[in-house]
């Protein structure tokens, strides 16, 4: 088992909440920040992109229960200041905001995603 040092604010990708809500064996890496659920900073593109993977591929109960536990956290739409910072970055739509809520929150990103993995204020985690 992997020992992970939480750091205060957090901002989980999608990937990382699927894990946990799957119960993968990579959850543990993501249950650190998770479970401190009221230091989390959750945007709304991650809320999309969690509830709706969710719903398709396992259940509306399971994405609504997911949906409920997140936003316990503090959730952040988009807005303008956020989307220009967003347009700065050389990412995807969704992860550059994602991205910039985290820089703009001072929050460290937890990602299994590889394309962050060299930004900083990331927290990476690389897939064996």
Do not use: C
Not at 28 to 50: D, G, M, R
Not at 108 to 122: N, S, Y
């Amino acid at each position: 088992m992997v020992r992970v040092v939480v750091e205060s604010p957090a901002l989980i990708d999608s990937s990382g909440w699927l894990e946990y809500f799957a119960d993968s064996p990579r959850a543990s890496l993501f249950a650190p920040a998770i479970l401190k659920i009221e230091t989390v900073l959750v945007p709304t593109v991650v809320l999309f992109e969690v509830f709706k993977r969710l719903r398709n591929q396992v259940s509306n109960a399971v994405a609504d229960d997911a949906a409920n536990f997140m936003q316990q956290g503090h959730v952040y739409g988009l807005d303008a200041r956020l989307a220009l910072t967003a347009a700065t970055h050389k990412l995807a739509f969704a992860d550059s905001i994602i991205y910039a809520t985290a820089q703009q929150h001072n929050a460290t990103l937890w990602t299994q995603d590889a394309h962050f993995k060299d930004l900083p204020g990331v927290k990476y985690f690389a897939k064996n």
